[in-house]
């Protein structure tokens, strides 16, 4: 009795401390606290990403599991209490990985090497028996012209040009080698080569291989050549192994293969605004993702967030000025139709969007946000800063904001990218590792809070353009 | 022929560019870029932890894995070409854990749950047959003198106030929960407790009970009871059963015993200063680690930063003004007696100390450093901040350091901790899962490299108190 007495006393006290405390604080700086709160401690974006990954796994557009992803996703926006949750339609390709990979490279007839390799997303199969030729090693596309048709024709070419540890930015030195990936199987057809392997975009020694889009652009479809990633400590070693041996015989052989483009759909939510409905917020990260893991940073983990940040507005009692969506982006990975169609729907509805925010770099530690804006805006958001300072989201840069927003691009809106921490990304990307024992709650739910703060502070207080 | 006579070409650009780009660059910003080019490229603090945890594993004081830890890191500072290492002699406590502790409990006679237990270091054992009693659960110290006698005596106490997961710096919820580990024993014993129970200082839920430190202060020997901890899991399976079934029985055993005192040792390397050689600046971390893990994060990762700094340093071809130390420190865990030994050390040698900074808060991404020293020194030091800033290590606070160059607190002495990200800092610490596989390389890197910034410019600059 004294016990559970002493117990409502403390109670009180507290609840009298804590009226103070907010009393003290400005109105953006009590929803920010309410916000961190809803999201550390009652959070549902880890639940839900735990569903996508573990119970769906990899959804590759056009697969099964991107449509139970569309279902599950849809069911959970349903649930929130938004005023409206839809299914937009929209075509996507269809390209399958089909058996697995097989690879290997041989130093003498008959002693051979196995080698993990995944096909590129896009790439053509090889001829059913596989590719096995010489292997010409190169720094990146620019060694192609040097090297000639003389040197490339009937071989296989090694893109092994490593992304720069030195760069702190991970994301810069993706940049910085993706091209041997994107590009590099169309340049090196066009000197002759049979096929191109691509050491993976990763900046860790491991045996993983990672895949990702390429692309054949112009050239004739006759001329296609498969393409694939080695794992980087395969890379290393058919490196080194070359310079033992430059005669050496790599064999791969994939079956992957494009299909038709198959109806799918982008996962729509949204909270109709009180004063200024005709405004839209678009806060979304895409619900594709690759095959070889289960997707959970890449890009689980923007969806989650962005669907939590609806519903931590719901729960904190916001009630928005302006019309709030959540957007899931079906196929950014290999085709983002998904972005291009929801940009398309908009401008045909004559809905003005005057703020875009994507998550897809990863459920890591945010550290701040980067703004693709006027500089006026960005001048203005800057006065935002500090009230991320207390929950260290505050690195404002000028800098792009997401793939699938991209197409809602224009003269007045402003468009926002999470930046989380980057360290850790390029372990995982594209690769069987991105699975969700290697994301943190606390670092995703962070992130899923910091990307309802922006949210509301656009909602609040609208853009220049909006004024 | 053409392709080599290509790439001399570009080379030769290359170096005429980064020539260029150098000479726009502040001396600072050079050396900055040469350390983390050192720390990035070829860094070795990966390969050392990678030893310090998978070939010799938890190090607790005066075991043979922590004699081992002292042999290796001697070894490996031997190697860098140092101006002197040794080792300094500490007498250090010796507590072992003996055989795996035993726990479950049981809702009716023969039905029993088993309990995820760790013996909390520092404590005695239960009887050889264990200690089976009823459970009074409480949310902190301050229940207990509620409860009094009549609700604790012949019981034990299941200290279960979690941590608080609404603040960003979860050292910070670590500190508003640790007393119950701390003391939560000794208190309990005070109220005739046969025994207390804690609830692992972890944020997440999962099964690994996390141990630490405990007192018994000035409790009578006679007097001592079993501290233990299990696991978040079981602390909310037990809750709930007890809300269930008040009659609920715990049962646990442990052997852990306290030896006699053993010799060990602090591991130093300097580099002796070039122009104030009497002046010392001191970089460490703590070599002992708890034993259920391998002690990667805590404090393996401190240690072999640490090590990295003086490496890099010689590396980079920087000749220090003043006397640079590296210190790993014996004995932080439970008894921190390496620290105080070393401060013991310096004063008797008049050793001058003018900064020294520690990294015990994990190999995570480095966001910054905490500064204890005078206002005047850290308003001083705030304009460092820009150099650090292209790194994203710019995170400057007052606050604490480290506890083993606590001993070394003075008037004038700048103190220093590295603070790196805190999200999963708890997952792991003390925990069976501290292992090297949780430590990401490019993160624990980036760390060694900060340090080594802050390092270079107390050494080029000096201290307010040295001018």
């Known amino acids: 009795m004294n016990y559970k007495l002493k117990k409502r006393i403390n109670l009180l006290i507290y ?17 920010f606290q309410k916000i961190y709160e809803a999201a550390l401690s009652e959070g549902k974006a880890y639940d839900w990403l735990n569903y996508l990954s573990n119970q769906i796994g990899g959804r590759l557009s056009g697969s099964i599991q991107a449509q139970q992803a569309v279902d599950y996703t849809k069911l959970q926006l349903d649930s929130l209490g938004l ?46 028996k596989g590719i096995k030729a010489g292997v010409i090693e190169v720094q990146g596309i620019e060694d192609l012209a040097v090297l000639g048709e003389a040197g490339i024709k009937g071989k296989i070419v090694f893109f092994n040009r490593p992304m720069d540890p030195t760069l702190i930015n991970t994301f810069s030195a993706y940049s910085g080698a993706v091209d041997q990936r994107g590009q590099g199987a169309t340049e090196a057809a066009k000197y002759g080569a049979l096929g191109v392997i691509v050491r993976s975009m990763n900046l860790r020694l491991d045996d993983f291989p990672h895949t990702g889009g390429m692309r054949y652009g112009d050239l004739p479809k006759e001329e296609w050549i498969p393409a694939a990633a080695i794992s980087t400590n395969a890379a290393d070693l058919l490196s080194t192994s070359l310079k033992l041996n430059p005669e050496i015989k790599f064999y791969f052989k994939q079956n992957c293969k494009q299909f038709d483009d198959v109806e799918s759909y982008n996962v729509i939510g949204e909270i109709k605004g009180t004063t200024h409905p005709e405004e839209y917020i678009v806060v979304g990260g895409h619900l594709d993702s690759w095959d070889l893991g289960d997707g959970s940073h890449d890009d689980g983990a923007g969806c989650v967030q ?24 079906m196929n950014e990975e290999n085709g983002l139709r998904g972005g291009h169609k929801y940009a398309e729907e908009a401008e045909r509805n004559n809905e003005n969007h005057i703020f875009a925010l994507e998550s897809d770099s990863g459920g890591f530690t945010p550290r701040g946000f ?57 372990d995982y990307h594209h690769a069987a590792n991105d699975t969700f024992e290697h994301v943190n709650r606390r670092e995703l739910e962070l992130g899923a809070a910091a990307m309802t703060g922006l949210v509301y502070l656009f909602d609040k207080y609208g853009t220049l353009g909006t004024q």
Not at 306 to 316: A, C, D, H, N, P
Not at 385 to 411: C, R, T, W
């Open 306 to 329: 962005s669907m939590e940040v609806l519903r931590i507005l719901k729960k904190t009692g916001y009630k928005p000025k302006r019309t709030i969506r959540v957007v899931l982006f």
């Open 15 to 31: 609840s009298l401390l804590l009226t103070t405390l907010v009393y003290g604080q400005s109105a953006d700086e009590q929803q």
């Open 83 to 128: 005023d409206r949750v839809w299914l937009q339609p929209v075509m996507v390709p269809k390209w399958v990985r089909g058996t697995p990979e097989f690879a290997y490279f041989e130093t003498t007839p008959g002693v051979t090497t196995n080698v993990p390799l995944t096909a590129l997303g896009g790439s053509v199969a090889t001829p059913q």
């Open 370 to 426: 980067s703004f693709d804006s006027s500089d006026a805006e960005f001048e203005r958001v800057k006065a935002w800063q500090e009230l991320f300072e207390p929950y260290l989201v505050h690195m404002f840069i000028s800098g792009g904001s997401g793939a699938d927003i991209g197409p809602l691009k224009n003269e007045s809106i402003v468009m926002a990218g999470l930046r989380p921490d980057s360290q850790r990304y390029f």
